[in-house]
């Protein structure tokens, strides 16, 4: 049997014996994949050990995993407990000084090491870092602007510690991967003047993923992928896709930037990036290892 040919459920049932699932991985072994863990699909305790339990797999056959995760629903329920309000401009949090201090905390303090601990109770070795860690991620102020429709004068919009990133260092991932370790990375950058920068984790994820021009940038969050206006899957988008779905009111909230963190990620040299439901046992390992893969594969157009 080739790759091929193993479908979904033959898959589910060699992944209890690692031996006879071996062949099916070693077609990547040493590649370097992105694992985007959102905050919403973190949400189920056992759903989250498995993941750390895949994230582990993955080494243990040869792969590289970097993880990059999220926690947006976390942040929201820390602001919540301390009464401070917290709003969205296209999805992005506006953070003002008292927020990116919550926010720091509870990526890099909680999250980070949660996960950490996680990833090395199922035996592997993983290390908790932010972007400010080994100059991983220099971030500038995210700018946006917005025309107004009435006077169709372009106005800037303040978003505070909102950042973008600017300039990502992979010395410390080589550094880790080189070692057998496998990075957990919260999304925080460092600006020039020392400030700290809150960033979407998709966003890092996706620079992430291009510097290192990994193979496979996974982005799990919680729907099984991008549906089209009836709810159902839709398996491959090229980027033309990707746009008229915008521009048809198909793809909203969201699911915006992590299509166009795809884009991005593709051009700037990963082989395909994938949205999947991070919330399915084994979900990594199905998109990986199974020939159609479970979620919405996204690519450029052949030019
Ligand atoms: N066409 C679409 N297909 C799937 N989900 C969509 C679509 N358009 C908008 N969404 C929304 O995007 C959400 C995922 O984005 P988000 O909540 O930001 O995820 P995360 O917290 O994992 O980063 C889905 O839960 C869904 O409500
Ligand atoms: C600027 C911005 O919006 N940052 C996000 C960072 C966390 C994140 O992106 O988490 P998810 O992947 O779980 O949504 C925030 O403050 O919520």
Redesign the pocket.
């Known amino acids: 049997m080739t790759a091929a040919d193993i479908s979904r459920a033959e898959w589910l049932a060699k992944a209890s014996t690692l031996s006879e699932a071996l062949p099916y991985m070693r077609r990547y072994a040493g590649k370097t994949f992105v694992v ?1 863990y ?3 699909a973190m949400g189920d305790e056992t759903v989250a050990e498995l993941f750390a339990r895949n994230i582990v797999l993955l080494r243990q056959v040869g792969i590289n995993p970097v993880v990059v ?5 976390q ?2 329920a820390m602001l919540a407990r301390l009464k401070i309000k917290s709003e ?1 401009i296209d ?3 506006v ?1 003002d000084r008292e927020t990116v201090e919550i ?1 720091e905390m509870v ?1 890099s303090g909680a999250i980070n090491k949660q996960l950490t601990a996680m990833v090395n109770g199922a035996g592997g070795v993983a290390v908790g870092l932010s972007g400010k860690d080994g100059g991983l991620i220099r971030a500038e102020k995210l700018t946006r602007t917005r025309r107004d429709p009435e006077s169709n004068i372009e106005k800037v919009l303040d ?1 505070g510690f ?1 950042g973008e990133p600017k300039v990502i260092d992979v010395s410390i991932i080589r550094a880790l991967e080189k070692s057998g370790i496998i990075p957990i990375i919260a ?1 925080i950058g460092l600006g020039p003047n020392g400030e700290t920068f ?5 966003t890092v994820a996706g620079a992430v993923a291009a510097a290192l021009k990994a193979t496979r940038l996974l982005l799990l969050t919680d729907v099984s992928g991008v549906k089209d206006k009836a709810g159902d899957l839709m398996p491959e988008l090229t980027d033309g896709d990707v746009r008229r779905l915008i521009a048809d009111g198909t793809i909203t909230g ?1 699911m915006i930037p992590k299509v166009e963190t795809c884009l991005e990620a593709v051009d700037g040299g990963v082989e395909a990036a994938v949205i999947l439901d991070g919330r399915v046992p084994n979900s990594v390992l199905l998109e990986i290892f199974t020939e159609h893969g479970v979620g919405t594969l996204i690519r450029r157009e052949a030019a």
């Open positions: 985007k959102g905050g919403h995760h999220g926690g947006g629903p942040i929201g969205f999805g992005l949090r953070t926010v990526l978003l909102v999304p809150n960033i979407n984790a998709d969201g």
